[in-house]
């Protein structure tokens, strides 16, 4: 693996032990080239660790420069970027910045550096910068100092002392341009031997530095010969020649006047004994110096032994309290266990509740410091009929229902109610003792040329392990099946918090992921919880154990099919106010998406033209939408008997799965 050199920008301050920046260019045969975020996979940026930070702390739209090297793990460890540095670069690429004047204002130029400022919102200091002068001209490198508190960067005025490389323009750097977000940045990188120099030094730098020379006559004269051999239309410009010039013949006649007074000064008896007495002053303010600061340190050391005492006398109270807390947390577990066995010994009579609180538990069982993983998932790929439409895909999922055992009633039922869902944007859920079965037998009907499966563990919490599960399934836009076994193993609004605002949008009217389609299988037993409000409310639940199925049928495997798009051909239903009455008495507490989702489905089954056999549009709503939800929360179906009977006056018609559903619940009479 051929290492590279990256350009990138923080993206988010970097609280962590790591960060993802996003690459804005890349060195390439030398040269500093706009880097494409295909370039570094799946997102356009690397991963960097802490100890290898430009800068501490690692703010939003902080730059670092990067050796970077495909990481060779980055599939079995679901790191987000494909590639890592490795080390941190000191060669910074230069940046440009503008100043609204032109080069040859040096007193201008010295005003923005050194008072006024530059302004910026992301971090200037520390690297180098150059600057784009209002008549094209760039210069630099310089540095700027870190911001003051009117949070401008300025430079130190030592910095100007000596003449600063210049180009004509920027074209003559080869600058690369990036864009991050609305703003354009422009870097160089390597910089290429300056063609022309500013001489930016304040005429009081130049006075300073010739009068501490002390120049004389000889030298005066070698330096006016250097400056005669200088090419001044070059190296530097006539006007600073003339002001050198200018200022070496006041250097000369200021060393000549200091030879003359020398001599005269050190005969003179006053300036004897002001001498003495300057140096006896200066001997005694240094004595007392030196006392003064004995005496601090000897106070700060005393302080420095009285805090070591405080802090040992802590240290052995929170000794005391940690022993009294672990006896504590003893005595908790022990009565934590008392109360497990206690609560499992009456079990048997209070099943829901005892899954609540195995749910509620779970966390404090499995081991905390145990690292996040994802869901055991695994993509299949083959050949599938295309199902061009509506009709075509219903014909072909009701025959593979009727493959694997349902009989043709329930097979039709099922069907319309599966595609219905899906087309709404809802997921589906399946429940009951051979819901892996129909689970599977929908997602190769409907998406046998490629769907995935995935195994949703009982300790799964982090929705970043699951968000790629979801990512890889929606890529690429055409319809794909996402099949969660286990779906309420854990709660899906921790694991599959992205999947869970994603069916919201989609119920809220957008347009989000078209065509992923999920399907779940709901685990009932020990190891999971009843379905929760969250999972209720994301679509319909089919329990197979209500469905009609073949008695000694030998079950086929499913062929596959696959849709093109599902495109809905028939105009949706009226609303039923009958319908919109029983949601707002039936629920527990109000849940605008159950209640979208109901309701659009009503409309929907209501507008499909019926067959001979196939349940009305209430009957379907009610078995897979309504009822469901209700039973997991917990509702007495027998207090809302008249809601239920205005919904359904003629008994006798009413679906066979939901006459069963009903009385498996105690709730027969209502109808």
């Given amino acids: ?24 260019a890349v060195v390439h045969e030398g040269r500093l080239l706009k880097a494409d975020f295909s370039m570094f996979p799946p997102q356009g940026s690397v991963y960097v660790p802490r100890h290898l930070f430009p800068n501490a702390p690692f ?16 599939g079995e460890r679901n790191r987000g970027a494909k590639y890592r540095a490795f080390r941190v670069r000191t060669d910074v690429p230069a940046e440009l910045i503008r100043v609204d004047c032109p080069s040859h204002r040096a007193d201008d130029v010295r005003h923005v550096l050194l008072e006024r400022g530059l302004e910026s919102f992301y971090r200037l200091d520390g690297r180098d910068l150059l600057l784009e002068f209002a008549d094209g001209v760039t210069a630099g ?36 341009l990036v864009a991050m977000g609305q703003t ?39 330096l006016i010969a250097r400056l005669g051999s200088v090419d001044t239309g070059v190296r530097i410009p006539p006007l600073h020649r003339k002001r050198l010039q200018t200022l070496l013949d006041e250097a000369l006649q200021t060393g000549k006047q200091l030879e003359a007074c020398v001599p005269l000064l050190r005969a003179d008896p006053q300036v004897q004994e002001a001498l003495e007495q300057y140096k006896h002053q200066v001997g005694e303010e240094h004595r007392n110096e030196l006392e003064r600061r004995k005496d601090e340190l000897n106070d700060e050391l005393e302080a420095l032994r009285a805090k070591k005492r405080e802090v040992e ?33 009456r079990a048997q009579q209070e099943v829901n509740a005892l899954l609540a609180d195995v749910a509620v538990l779970r966390p404090f069982m499995v081991d905390g410091a145990a690292p996040a993983r994802g869901p055991a998932a695994e993509t299949h790929r083959g050949e599938a009929a295309p199902l061009p439409d509506l009709g075509a895909a219903y014909a072909h999922l009701k025959t593979q229902l ?11 039922a099922c069907a319309r109610e599966v595609l219905t869902a899906l087309s709404l944007g809802q997921a589906v859920f399946f429940q009951g003792s051979l819901a892996p079965v129909l689970a599977r037998a929908a997602a190769i009907a409907l998406s046998g040329a490629r769907w995935t499966e995935a195994d949703v563990a009982a300790d799964l919490k982090d929705n970043a392990a699951f968000r790629p599960v979801v990512e890889a399934v929606a890529a690429g836009g055409a319809p794909a099946a996402l099949l969660l076994h286990g779906a309420n193993r854990s709660c899906i609004d921790a694991y599959g918090a992205d999947l869970v605002r994603l069916l919201a949008e989609r119920a809220a009217g957008a347009d989000a992921a078209p065509g992923l ?7 009932e037993g020990l190891s999971a919880p009843p379905p929760d409000p969250v999972l209720t409310a994301l679509g319909p639940i089919i329990h197979t154990d209500y469905l009609a199925w073949k008695r000694g049928w030998k079950g086929r495997p ?64 009610a078995f897979a939408w309504v009822l469901p939800r209700c039973l997991a929360a917990g509702v007495d179906l027998t207090e809302h008997a008249d809601a239920l009977r205005q919904l359904f006056p003629e008994p006798d018609e009413v679906d066979p799965r939901l006459q069963q559903l009903l009385r498996s619940h105690g709730a027969a009479e209502v109808l």
């Avoid at 051929?2 to 804005?24: H, K, Q, S, W």
């Avoid at 999920?518 to 685990?523: A, I, K, N, R, S």
């Fill in 313 to 345: 006398a802590e240290i052995e109270s929170a000794r005391g309290r940690l022993a009294e807390e672990e006896a504590r947390k003893e005595q908790t577990a022990e009565a934590t266990a008392e109360a497990v066995v206690a609560r499992a010994r």
């Fill in 558 to 621: 499913p062929r596959p099919g696959q849709m093109n798009a599902l495109t809905w051909p028939h105009p949706d239903g009226p609303d039923e106010e009958a319908l919109g009455f029983l949601l707002g008495e039936l629920q527990p507490a109000p849940n605008e998406l159950w209640r979208r989702n109901v309701l659009a489905a009503d409309r929907r089954l209501a507008g499909w033209p019926g067959e001979p056999g196939a349940p009305d549009a209430l009957d379907s709503v």
């Fill in 402 to 412: 009727e493959n694997v055992g349902l009989q043709p009633r329930s097979a039709s």
């Fill in 1 to 24: 693996m051929v290492p590279r050199i990256v350009l990138g920008f923080c993206a988010e301050n970097a609280t962590m032990d790591y960060a993802f920046t996003y690459v804005l």
């Fill in 517 to 523: 389609m999920v399907l779940g299988v709901l685990t």
């Fill in 141 to 176: 490198p310089l540095h700027v100092e870190p911001p003051a508190a009117d949070g401008r960067y300025r430079c130190d005025p030592e910095r100007l002392g000596q003449p600063v490389g210049a180009w004509p323009n920027r074209q003559a750097l080869q600058p690369v």
């Fill in 59 to 74: 703010r939003f739209r902080d730059l670092g420069f990067w050796d970077v090297e495909e990481d060779p793990g980055f």
């Fill in 184 to 222: 354009v940045r422009w870097f160089v990188w390597p910089l290429p031997r300056p063609d022309i120099f500013l001489d930016l030094a304040s005429t009081r730098q130049v006075l300073e530095g010739l009068q501490r020379l002390g120049i004389s006559q000889e030298l005066h004269d070698d």
